[in-house]
């Protein structure tokens, strides 16, 4: 539903996540994983 849509967009925000990557915005697995990786890299040394 459109409330969990905003709670979970909420939840991101607030572990620094203001724009998740997602595997559309990469043409390969690589580039997904790393890009996805990096994310999670950043946020645990936002914490």
Do not use: H, N, W
Request: aromatic share 10%.
């Amino acid at each position: 539903s459109e409330d969990d849509t905003v709670r979970f967009k909420s939840y991101l925000m607030s572990l620094g996540i203001d724009d998740p990557v997602t595997r559309d915005a990469f043409r390969s697995d690589s580039d997904y994983y790393t890009g996805l990786a990096q994310q999670i890299s950043d946020m645990m040394v936002a914490v």
